[in-house]
């Protein structure tokens, strides 16, 4: 499979639980994003990686939301104590070189009840 | 400030009865403008690429235009298939690492 792909592709969790999303990039793509999406929305930038550097957050990027790349190949994004205004579609993109599209997963879809 | 609009927010057409989509971007300098098809509760598909004033792309019933200051994305005798919410994004010649995408146009074609 050559494609981004993203695990969950739901969660469900409870208001003040910590969930943890997974992204896994097209291989040789060395520059991950991560975008929080809402319901008529564009993806809205979160954070991104050049290999395992995290290289700038955005401000929408809370001190309850932290993202890790070890090794620089797969990504996980971890929001603790999570907030009904969390609930969103998550999605990763990667991007090769030279530095053009972007190809995204499928998405996690968090509801947070 | 870097920035993407799209319109219309919406648009229904009946089926075969072509139309324009159109993003407008204003950016200090275009390094490439991408367009993406998403469906429903699915990630963006990256559709074409476009860098300069005067380039166009094509994709079965798409066709993508550039200016300097907006693009268009025309279907013709659209299928009911052609139904997705269509985004546009921008990355700035200055900031390779930076895309900025519009809210999009959410298609829908009538059999």
């Known amino acids: 499979d050559t494609g981004v792909s993203q695990n969950p592709r739901h969660k469900i969790t409870k208001r003040g639980q910590n969930v943890t999303f997974r992204c896994d990039p097209i291989s040789e793509h060395n520059r991950l994003y991560w975008y929080r999406q809402t319901l008529g929305q564009g993806p809205e930038f979160l954070t991104y990686f050049q290999n395992e550097a995290q290289l700038e957050k955005s401000r929408l990027l809370s001190d309850r939301f932290s993202a890790e790349r070890p090794k620089g190949s797969f990504s996980t994004l971890e929001i603790q104590r999570t907030e009904q205004g969390d609930s969103a579609m998550y999605l990763c993109a990667s991007m090769g070189t030279p530095l053009r599209e972007q190809y995204f997963g499928p998405g996690t879809r968090l509801t947070v009840t | 400030e870097d920035q993407v609009t799209q319109s219309p927010e919406a648009l229904r057409l009946q089926e075969g009865e072509s139309s324009s989509l159109n993003c407008s971007y204003t950016v200090s300098g275009l390094r490439g403008l991408f367009w993406y098809r998403q469906d429903p509760g699915k990630g963006p598909e990256f559709l074409f690429t476009?860098?300069?004033a005067g380039e166009e792309k094509e994709k079965e019933r798409l066709k993508a235009t550039l200016t300097k200051k907006e693009s268009f994305l025309h279907i013709t005798a659209p299928k009911p298939e052609d139904s997705a919410t269509y985004l546009c994004a921008v990355q700035p010649r200055e900031r390779d690492d930076k895309i900025i995408f519009g809210k999009g146009t959410r298609l829908h074609i009538l059999p």
């Open positions: 476009l860098y300069s």
